[in-house]
């Protein structure tokens, strides 16, 4: 028997799709172009045990379409266990779309992405995400009924924005009840890092919680005009991961927690409300549970954006909704002991639980 090694570029060539690393038995990865408008766009449909793949739509000017797949690739499975650790009947997809949302971003290009979205009937449910906002789903749901998240005078549960950073507030100080004994934030060091819409909201519930926050972020414009707003600190150096904070939460993009900013982290916790924020699950997982670190699942503790626009399915209003992002406190807590009873991280066991509820309702559909 002759056995073959490829290199990661080979595997790339003989397999392009299944052989990424982030392919995790998706269900179907649709590759969309429009030569008219020159939309490039990607779906990516991770699992539908549990119901229709709900997730939002990306927009970012990504370095090449190899890293366009493997992040629709890697948020479509997060939101596979997002909706699963949730409670909600959904499955788990996602969509990017290559391009600068602040220069190539038009009417006719979001038109021709929401053909293909309803050229799925359904199986794909899409909402916003970076780059995309809720007027582009109202232009969206002019094509296709299979989006969420469209503005409230049509029917729909508005900007999840503001959900989704009260989510991750519940978790952080659930992280910081099983690391401090108290969830009190009074005078806790916080580093949020991306003033997005979900950051800076997520910056108000803490000051308003006695917090002392320091904000960072690509656009220096959006750090004096929050910093200013909420009189937090700016920080403006080089080597951000050796800030001397209690909590780290990443707003941003993911992946920020790797083997550099593990090396230099001082937060013994980190809960934000970025997707993917470890950079390979099993082995930096492992790492911040080696240091002490304590670290709150993100596609747990960010899942209050969902449940929101999930509302639009199961018809609840907001206040349900709030109700249910709430609960992220106590299954964050719950997570956080189930990892420490069986020794293992947070991370490995909010996914043993979200596949327990996948198994099962596939054992049920049998």
Known sequence: MTTNVYT???????????????????????????KDTGLKAIIGIHNTVLGPALGGTRMWNYTSEWEALNDVL????GMTYKSAISGLDLGGGKAVIIGDS???????????????VDSLS??????????TTTPDMDLIHTITPHVTGISESLGGSGNPSPVTAYGV???????????????????????????GNVGETLVKHLVNAGALVTITDISKDRVEEVAKKYNTAIYMGEDLYSLDVDIYAPCALGATVNNNSISKLKAQVIAGAANNQLAEEAVHGKMLQEK????????LINAGGIINVFGEIAKYGSDEAIRRTENIYNTTLDILNLAKEQNITPNQAAMKMAEQRIEKKKKENK
């Open 74 to 77: 890697r948020l479509s499975r």
């Open 169 to 195: 507030y519940m978790g952080l100080k659930a992280a910081t009840k099983f690391k401090y004994g108290s969830d009190d934030l009074n005078g806790k060091r916080v580093l949020v890092q991306g003033i």
């Open 8 to 34: 990661p570029d080979e595997l790339k060539k003989v397999d392009p799709v299944f052989g990424q690393i982030s392919f995790d038995h998706h269900e179907q990865v649709v590759f969309c172009h429009d």
């Open 292 to 299: 002490g670190i304590v670290y709150a699942p993100d596609f």
């Open 102 to 116: 602040k220069k190539d971003k038009n009417r006719e290009l979001i038109k021709a992405f929401a053909k293909y």
């Open 122 to 131: 359904g199986r794909y449910i899409t909402a916003e995400d970076v780059g």
